[in-house]
């Protein structure tokens, strides 16, 4: 009985040992003992962590294949064949192969010491050859196993593309579709499909659903898919393309649009101005998108002599083509007569659509001499001791039509005295008319008159014997002479502030050279023009005008004086007998009496814008014999005031 119970302590001793107990480690532990002359040797088995891999079928593998998600399982048993319960077993796998599930790769085993983890390929295209590990401590050993596995690449294909079977309307969408399959199922793990369309817009990419299918959102967008066959293609890595087309529907011309005449003004031929004028539609449909290769006809709505479309001299209908845009432009030339024109624009393929063009004008273009005028805004300024001092003066001029001539048309302008500012004007903005401003400064005249005078290049008048706005040989025309600034200014005439336009050439007086002077013909030169050196033939001449502007005195001058006690009238001139400064004003008050004299009015004041000196009146009211009454005068600029004393008889 002893020995019975020595043996089976001995039994307890070798457990001990392999489980850790008393040091050792996992592996084959014998231990012996003596009684007397009795010796007993226990072996003890080797714990393991057993691995391996199940597919879908829970059937051993060494395969896990792109389209499938496999198991691995690791089975713990101790030393003495004993499973491991609720033991926390580690996964590692090689990650740019297959995925975990969970991802940790840690899990528990069960009951019976099974720890079971999903293991998947990375995705449908990856393939290789690899080890899974796994590893367990128990107590303060360590277990661990291997298994090698092979990852194959699944056989991807698309099929059942799924585009339609009716014709897609201009601008309209569908939606494509196409089903993934692995080894001939399909997929049930997402796989990216890329889409792409010759034309339009289309979903680029979509994943997969449960059933395998890839779906996307074609746009027939764009004007130029309309009346196409848009081609669809969808790809996927591993397998091939699969392609097919979508029927566009042509889209309808609806409406065309007017969208500009450049420039809306142009001028008879040999005018020496611009001629051509581009008259621009778009074509469109119902949605305001352009229409492209639509036959669109062109015609004038009105005609004139001359006029012509696309080429010149040719007035009949002619036929353009829209571009991409849905645009289409004709080139319209000016003809010999000034008129308006329109074109109009009708689509080939359906008369009822079809519109007009905005106005085009064509006007004569260079002026005349009888439809020029100059002014200036102040008549008289305070200039003659005075730097600075300026007036506007404006050139208008027409042609023979009295239509606008063309912007770009530059005037000159030449002084006396003082200082032009600009000495050129360019005409703009349609007006037929520019402006440029003398300053007072420099040498004056004597007398303080000084002549402005404007030019530009025009065209003789004529009598236009036969309506073709042409002058034709034998006609009659408006010879000029050489234009000329006349500086004696000895022409005018203060009883009408008017200036005489019958001015006498002086010698060194500036001149406009033009033409030339062996070709001069005896002629009385016509306004500011110098006799005889007109030649005689009709053509472009200088259109011109001469402007007086006074360079006045600050101080002033009275002359013709009435005083009685009733008023006080006068002639107020400059020191040289011109006008005040225009915008000159007037003050007068009783500065000695007892009486109740007042001044009941005065005037003009300001005075007015003239040439002439002014004749001013002060009305007195209850005034005396013996009062002085003093009338002051102030000038616009320098303010200076001067006085003059009547005592009333």
């Known amino acids: 009985m002893r020995s019975v119970i020595k043996i089976v302590c001995l039994l307890l001793i070798a457990l001990t040992t392999a489980c850790g107990g008393g040091g050792g480690s996992a592996g084959t532990t014998s231990g012996s003992s003596s009684t007397g002359s009795t010796t007993t040797t226990v072996v003890v088995g080797t714990p393991t962590l057993t691995l391996q891999l199940l597919d879908t079928s829970n059937a051993a593998t060494t395969s896990i294949s792109g389209g499938g998600i496999s198991t691995a399982t690791a089975k713990l048993v101790d030393a003495s064949g004993n499973v491991v319960a609720n033991r926390l077993v580690g996964f590692v796998a090689d990650a740019t192969l297959v995925k975990l599930n969970p991802l940790s790769g840690s899990v528990l085993t069960n009951s019976i010491g099974v720890a079971s983890i999903q293991i998947s390929a990375l995705s449908l295209q990856v393939s290789g050859a690899s080890t899974l590990k796994a590893s367990a ?91 196409t066959n848009v081609n669809i293609s969808a790809s996927t890595v591993g397998a091939t393309a699969l392609s097919g087309q979508i029927a566009v529907q042509p889209t309808a011309a609806t409406n065309i649009q007017f969208v500009s005449t450049a420039p809306t003004v142009i001028y008879l031929r040999d005018s020496g101005a611009t001629t051509q004028a581009l008259v621009g ?244 030169g016509g306004e500011s023009g110098r006799p005889n050196t007109c030649d005689g033939r009709w053509g472009a001449v200088d259109v011109r005008k001469q402007q007086l502007v006074i360079f006045a005195t600050t101080a002033p001058a009275a002359s013709s004086i009435v005083v009685n006690t009733g008023s006080i009238s006068l002639s107020l001139a400059d020191l040289n007998g011109n006008s005040m400064p225009t915008g000159t004003t007037l003050g007068a008050v009783k500065v000695s009496g007892s009486d109740p004299c007042s001044v009941k009015a005065i005037g003009p004041t300001p005075i007015a814008n003239s040439y002439d000196p002014a004749f001013v009146v002060v009305n007195l009211d209850k005034c005396l014999s013996g009062d002085i009454i003093r009338l002051t005068v102030t000038t616009p600029v320098t303010k200076t005031s001067t006085s003059f004393d009547f005592r009333l008889p």
């Not at 092979?150 to 969408?173: E, P």
């Not at 796989?191 to 027939?220: E, M, P, R």
Request: aromatic share 6%.
């Open 137 to 227: 401590q128990v107590g303060t050993l360590t277990y661990s196993g291997s298994f090698d596995y092979q990852v194959s690449a699944t056989n991807l294909a698309l099929r059942s593309l799924s585009l339609g079977s009716s014709a897609l309307a201009a601008y309209g969408n569908r939606a494509v579709s196409v089903q993934v399959t692995a080894n001939g199922v399909p997929v049930g793990t997402p796989v990216q499909v890329s889409f792409v369309a010759s034309c339009g817009s289309i979903t680029a990419t979509a994943n997969t659903d449960a059933s395998g299918f890839a779906s996307a959102t074609y746009k027939a967008d764009s004007q130029n898919c309309a009346g």
């Open 281 to 524: 539609f778009k074509v469109v449909d119902s949605n305001g998108n352009p229409q492209q290769n639509q036959a669109v006809a062109l015609s004038f709505v009105n005609s004139a002599p001359g006029v012509s479309m696309d080429t010149v001299g040719n007035t009949v209908t002619v036929t353009k083509t829209s571009d991409a845009a849905g645009g289409v432009s004709v080139a319209v030339f000016s003809g010999t007569v000034p008129t308006p024109v329109q074109v109009r624009a009708t689509l080939v393929a359906n008369g009822s659509v079809t519109t007009t063009s905005g106005i085009l004008t064509v006007a004569t273009g260079r002026p005349v001499q009888r439809a020029a005028s100059i002014a200036a805004v102040k008549l008289s300024l305070e200039g003659f001791n005075f730097d600075g001092d300026t007036t506007p003066i404006t050139f208008s001029i027409a042609d023979r039509q009295g239509n606008p001539v063309p912007d770009g048309t530059v005037v000159n302008f030449v002084s006396q005295s003082g200082v032009m500012i600009p000495p050129t004007c360019v005409i703009t903005g349609g007006t037929s008319q520019c402006t440029s401003t003398i300053r007072t400064q420099g040498t004056r005249p004597a007398n303080g008159r000084v002549s402005v005078l404007a030019y530009v290049q025009g065209e003789k008048d004529f009598v236009d014997a036969n309506f073709n706005n042409v002058f034709d040989t034998g006609e009659a025309f408006t010879d000029l002479g050489n234009a000329y600034r006349s500086d004696a200014n000895d022409q005018l005439r203060p009883s009408d502030n008017a200036i005489s336009t019958n001015w006498t050439y002086r010698p060194g007086e500036f001149t406009v050279p033009r033409g030339d002077a062996s070709s001069n013909v005896t002629c009385a």
